[in-house]
């Protein structure tokens, strides 16, 4: 099984990482984005019988710290 | 416009994070993970008259190294 997952700030908590950016990127092409949020991304592979189990726990336990970040899991479907 | 960046390292370059985080998770659920791969996300908005350009420029002279890093574009539908 394959997955996607990706991490974000939670609304309301700060992201200092977007915000520099987001400076940076206005001073170099003299515009002003509305907005640069930044975020985690994992790509995820993994047999196991429980296998949506323990991708949802590994997203919630070890990629993401549950108090100021949300996050969210994409499946493969199985086909592809 | 809106816009979603992910930025991942090329393959065949190494991913030290994403190794570090297998190792943990493999022994945190004493499972073997095939795969977890690591990269960044960002979510973009800007209203300009050469959006797809910048986005683009942003993409690959700010938010990636383009010697080491692939990057991609995910634009928002206009309707969305």
Redesign the interface.
Known sequence: MKATI???PKKGVSDPQ?NA?KK??NN??G??????????????????ENVKD?IE??AS???SNEIIEDYEIIYESRDS
């Open positions: 990706i991490v974000k977007g950016i940076v990127a170099y092409f515009v002003e984005f509305s907005e640069i949020k930044s975020g985690k991304y994992f790509e995820i592979e993994i047999e196991h323990i726990q590994l336990k070890i990629l």
